[in-house]
């Protein structure tokens, strides 16, 4: 396993980062409770403000597949690769 990320994006201390690949970048979000929409609104403005500080990155959203179909689609639809572990 890689080593969580320490670069500074202007995020809160509470999210969880962790380097994937060369330019790849996950948002760790392993919680027991469901994924809902209102949790994948969140995790796209990280995913935008990740993406703002460095336009090549690619970013996926590392959960567990406890996750509601509308929120699956949002994050698709936002360009967020969903990794279940």
Do not use: W
Request: charged content about 25%; overall charge positive.
């Amino acid at each position: 396993m890689m080593e969580p990320v320490v670069a500074n994006f202007g995020l809160d201390r509470g999210v969880k980062l962790r380097p994937l690949a060369q330019n790849h970048i996950g948002i760790v979000r392993l919680i027991k409770s469901r994924i809902i929409q209102k949790d994948a609104f969140k995790i796209v403005a990280i995913a935008d403000t990740i993406r703002k500080h460095d336009l090549k990155l690619k970013v996926s959203l590392i959960c567990h597949p406890n996750i509601c179909s509308k929120s699956v689609a949002l994050l698709k639809e936002s360009d967020v690769e969903l990794i279940y572990e």
